[in-house]
T-cell receptor
Framework: SQKIEQNSEALNIQEGKTATLTCNYTNYSPAYLQWYRQDPGRGPVFLLL?????KEKRKERLKVTFDTTLKQSLFHITASQPADSATYLCALAYSGTYKYIFGTGTRLKVLA | NAGVTQTPKFQVLKTGQSMTLQCAQD?????MYWYRQDPGMGLRLIYY???????DKGEVPNGYNVSRLNKREFSLRLESAAPSQTSVYFC?????????????FGEGSWLTVV
C-alpha cells in the first residue's frame, strides 16, 4: 500500500532562513500533491497543490517541488518567521479517486 | 465565513455509550468527509460522501456510521464507543470528491472514551 514519509522529528531553524520540509512516498506517483498547515488544536489549512506534470509551484514565500523520479516533494518557506511555526502535512491524491493519503506531518519551529 | 463547523468540540464518553458528531458546511460543497487523527498515524479517512444522498467507506470505517442529512450536513455516529476510538475527529468538505480539490477542514472534535 502507498506510504508517505515525513520527518517525524521537529525542524528548528532561525528566523530569516529557508525551511525545507520533505515528503517521500512509495509506489506509484500521485496525480496531485498538496501541502497543509496545522496549528495546535486546529484543523489543517490548505497551502499549495502541485500536479504530477509540474516541477515547481510558488505562492508568496512558499515553494513546492515535485520530483516523480525521486518520489519526493520538497516544501520551502523562505525568509521564515516565528509565525510560520506549525506542523506541515503533505497529502497525495490519485486521479479519479476521492482518496487523499496524508502524511503524519513535520513540526517546524522558527526561532526568533 | 464559517466554513466547516463541527460540534461538540470536546466530549468524554464511557465505553459502550453512543454519540453523534455533527458537521455543517456553508460553502455549497458537494463532497464531505470524516477523518480521525491519531499521534503517529496521520489523518485517516473514516467515511466520505461524494454528493448529497451518497456515502461510502474510507480507510477505517469499523465502529462508525454516517448520515448525509442534506447538502450542508454530514454527521458521524459512534454506536458503541470503545477506547480505541479516542481520537481527534475532523470533518471536511470539498467542491467535488475527485482528486485535486482543496479540502477544507473543521476545527476538530476531541473525543475521549474511558
Amino acid at each position: 500500500s502507498q506510504k508517505i514519509e515525513q520527518n517525524s522529528e521537529a525542524l528548528n531553524i532561525q528566523e530569516g532562513k529557508t525551511a525545507t520540509l520533505t515528503c517521500n512516498y512509495t509506489n506509484y506517483s500521485p496525480a496531485y500533491l498538496q501541502w497543509y498547515r496545522q496549528d495546535p488544536g486546529r484543523g489543517p489549512v490548505f497551502l499549495l497543490l502541485i500536479r504530477e506534470n509540474e516541477k515547481e509551484k510558488r505562492k508568496e514565500r512558499l515553494k513546492v517541488t515535485f520530483d516523480t523520479t525521486l518520489k519526493q516533494s520538497l516544501f520551502h518557506i523562505t525568509a521564515s518567521q516565528p509565525a510560520d511555526s506549525a506542523t506541515y502535512l503533505c497529502a497525495l491524491a490519485y486521479s479519479g479517486t476521492y482518496k487523499y493519503i496524508f502524511g503524519t506531518g513535520t513540526r517546524l519551529k522558527v526561532l526568533a | 465565513n464559517a466554513g466547516v463547523t463541527q460540534t461538540p468540540k470536546f466530549q468524554v464518553l464511557k465505553t459502550g455509550q453512543s454519540m453523534t458528531l455533527q458537521c455543517a458546511q456553508d460553502m455549497n460543497h458537494n463532497s464531505m468527509y470524516w477523518y480521525r487523527q491519531d499521534p503517529g498515524m496521520g489523518l485517516r479517512l473514516i467515511y466520505y460522501s461524494a454528493s448529497e444522498g451518497t456515502t461510502d467507506k474510507g480507510e477505517v470505517p469499523n465502529g462508525y456510521n454516517v448520515s448525509r442529512l442534506n447538502k450542508r450536513e454530514f454527521s458521524l455516529r459512534l454506536e458503541s464507543a470503545a477506547p480505541s476510538q479516542t481520537s481527534v475527529y475532523f470533518c471536511a468538505s470539498s467542491e467535488r470528491s475527485l482528486s485535486g480539490n482543496t479540502i477544507y477542514f473543521g476545527e476538530g472534535s476531541w473525543l475521549t472514551v474511558v
